[in-house]
């Protein structure tokens, strides 16, 4: 518990950090700053424990990495969200990314993530295409539906 008290306190700290930042209105946000600031606009808070995991201390991640990460599996998320599908196994991916990644090596992880989420192939899971993504933003009333941050969050 004691070695653990630590590891805890500087996630806390870290995110902490975050989510100061993504609610500052007037800065220039880094990736996963604007990832914590959609997941507020969403409200959502799926994405937390990967970004947590990818920044734990001593994991040696490249930020570069850490941001297509991020971006992968925010595009799986919102683009269910866009199309109304179903986010209840959303956690359960999240947590299965984790843990089948956790001895991946840094450099492989963004792809190993992309391919992992390419492979979910059910209604309750699968990653929505572009084509899917642009007919209901052409068919639905985006800007109606979603409450005006979430509507915003898609522009950023």
Not at 137 to 156: A, G, I, W, Y
Request: aromatic content about 8%.
């Amino acid at each position: 518990m004691s070695d653990l008290l630590p590891l805890i306190r500087t996630q806390a700290e870290t995110y902490e950090a975050w989510t100061t930042a993504a609610s500052e209105g007037d800065r220039q946000l880094n990736r996963v700053e604007r990832a914590v600031y959609r997941m507020k606009a969403s409200e959502s808070e799926l994405l937390k424990p990967l970004l947590i995991w990818l920044h734990e201390p001593g994991r040696e991640v490249f930020g570069d990495v850490i941001d297509r990460v991020a971006s992968l599996v925010e595009s799986w998320l919102v683009r269910r969200q866009i199309l109304r599908l179903s986010i209840g196994d959303m956690g359960r991916i999240v947590a299965d990314i984790i843990r089948a990644h956790e001895r991946t090596p840094p450099a492989e992880l963004a792809d190993s993530i992309e391919g992992y989420l390419s492979r979910l192939n059910v209604t309750s899971t699968y990653w929505p295409g572009d084509v899917e993504v642009r007919e209901a933003l052409r068919t639905e009333q985006v800007f109606r539906r979603f409450k005006k941050r979430r509507t915003r969050m898609l522009s950023l």
